[in-house]
Each structure stands twice: as structure tokens, then as C-alpha cells.
């Protein structure tokens, strides 16, 4: 096979793989391995490929963020809901800030929000969530994820349903995707009126 057939055999592999109908990366267990293989492999062969280089490499790399920044909040709200804030804990960078419903300000740091947090563990007990609509949103090192959560938790007489409006702002510290900032409020809430 000739150096251009080949070259052009990655770029409709990467194409498959990165965006097009039936794509590989954007099913329930997308190949990341073969996303980001085929365009480099493309561009092994043609390095000045435009299409390649500057267009499906990136999109191949924005598209593996949003996996994986979403995986991490999953995996953190899995733990939460058997009553175990250590996920959350341990993707928070010592300079977090956290916002939650309950408090009245802002947490600063690693050691506040684990304060609060800590108290927490195996009090809560979530039967089931449903993240709606996340979106990641990414800058370089920043991401910014958002997303609407509905927690339900089985009660002797009914479901109750706890609907959450969520902000997690993720930062690239040494290879590894930290939160920066969390910010929490209810969807709809019951306001105070002002005295």
C-alpha cells in the first residue's frame, strides 16, 4: 500500500472514529484507545495534514476530557450516594473552594470542606441518581463541568427526589484532573423572604 493510501486509510479510520455517525468515541464505552491512535498515526505519515493536525487531534483530545471529567464526577457520586464523601474528597486540590446550600459562605481549602464533609460519612444513603445534560467545557488546563443531579432516596412511604443544579470547576494538576471550585444549590428553591 502507498505512503498517501495508507495516510488516507488513518484519516477515514480517525474521522470514524472521532465524530462521524455510528462513531466509536461517542458510544455508552467509547475506544479511546483507537481515537487517539488513528489521527497520530495519520500524522506520522503526512505531518502537515491540516485536517489532522489541527482540526481531529484536538477534537479527539477535548472529546477524551469531557470522558473522563465526567467518569470522575460519576465515580465520586457513586461513592457519595453509599455514604462515602471520600471520592469527592479526594479530587478536590488543596485550594478548593466549595459552595454548598447549607452554609451561608464560601469553604476556602482542602481542610474546610473536609471538615464539613467528614461528619457526613455513612449518613447518606442515595438509591439512585440521575445526572441530566452535563456538559464539559474545556480552556487549556481548565474544564468546567456542569450538570443538573436528581438524587432519589427510598423512604418507607414514597421516593423523595432531591433535584441539584451542580458547578465543578476541574484544573490539570500534575497529569491528574483536581476540582477547584464545587459549587451546590437546589433546583427551585424554597427562598426566604426578605424581614
Given at each position: 500500500m502507498s505512503l498517501s493510501k495508507q495516510a488516507a486509510m488513518y484519516i477515514v479510520l480517525a474521522g470514524t472514529v472521532a465524530g462521524a455517525s455510528g462513531s466509536n468515541l461517542y458510544r455508552t464505552a467509547p475506544d479511546l484507545a483507537a481515537a487517539e491512535q488513528y489521527p497520530r498515526a495519520a500524522l506520522s505519515l503526512v505531518r502537515h495534514w491540516h485536517y489532522v493536525r489541527d482540526i481531529l487531534v484536538p477534537q479527539n483530545d477535548t472529546a477524551t476530557v469531557k470522558i473522563e471529567i465526567i467518569g470522575l464526577e460519576r465515580a465520586a457520586l457513586e461513592r457519595w450516594g453509599k455514604g462515602d464523601p471520600q471520592?469527592?474528597?479526594?479530587?478536590?486540590?488543596?485550594?478548593?473552594?466549595?459552595?454548598?446550600?447549607?452554609?451561608?459562605?464560601?469553604?476556602?481549602?482542602?481542610?474546610?470542606?473536609?471538615?464539613?464533609?467528614?461528619?457526613?460519612?455513612?449518613?447518606?444513603?442515595?438509591?439512585?441518581?440521575?445526572?441530566?445534560?452535563?456538559?464539559?467545557?474545556?480552556?487549556?488546563?481548565?474544564?468546567?463541568?456542569?450538570?443538573?443531579?436528581?438524587?432519589s432516596v427510598k423512604r418507607p412511604d414514597r421516593e423523595e427526589k432531591i433535584r441539584w443544579n451542580s458547578t465543578e470547576v476541574y484544573r490539570r494538576i500534575e497529569g491528574n484532573w483536581k476540582i477547584i471550585h464545587s459549587h451546590w444549590s437546589y433546583i427551585k428553591p424554597q427562598l426566604k423572604e426578605a424581614p
Open positions: 471520592g469527592y474528597l479526594q479530587l478536590m486540590a488543596p485550594d478548593v473552594t466549595y459552595f454548598d446550600p447549607a452554609l451561608e459562605k464560601r469553604l476556602d481549602g482542602l481542610a474546610a470542606v473536609k471538615a464539613y464533609i467528614i461528619p457526613f460519612t455513612g449518613k447518606i444513603r442515595i438509591d439512585r441518581y440521575e445526572m441530566i445534560n452535563p456538559l464539559v467545557q474545556r480552556d487549556g488546563e481548565v474544564a468546567v463541568l456542569t450538570f443538573n443531579l436528581i438524587d
